[in-house]
Nanobody, 115 residues
């Protein structure tokens, strides 16, 4: 079992920055992929960014503005979000995948960007 606890969401003006953090506990040795997803009202949950063995992947909508990083020793994955836009408003979820393809989700943290 892996438990995920997210923090760092909030309200910010367009053009501002926020940093999300997700701390994993439990069987963290089995984690292969760590990432962030988001779900806006009335929309499907979508990938934001993932990191695997130092290799990062970003959705086109956030490339150049968001940066994902992982502290393997502390089992933390962060998402630095810059130049935020109103369309970035969503609930952001941390997700990890184990080597056996089992997936765990965090509880979500709200990010609201005002225009």
């Amino acid at each position: 079992q892996v438990r995920l606890v997210e923090s760092g969401g909030g309200l910010v003006q367009a053009g501002g920055s926020l940093r999300l953090s997700c701390a994993a506990s439990g069987n963290t040795f089995s984690i292969i992929v760590m990432g962030w997803y988001r779900q806006a009202p009335g929309k499907q949950r979508e990938l934001v960014a993932t990191i695997t063995s130092g290799i990062t992947n970003y959705a086109d909508a956030v490339k150049g503005r968001f940066t994902i990083s992982r502290d393997t020793a502390k089992n933390i994955v962060d998402l630095e979000m810059n130049s935020l836009k109103p369309e970035d408003t969503a609930v952001y979820y941390c997700r990890v995948t184990e080597g056996n393809d089992r997936v765990y989700w965090g509880q979500g943290t709200q990010v609201t960007v005002s225009s």
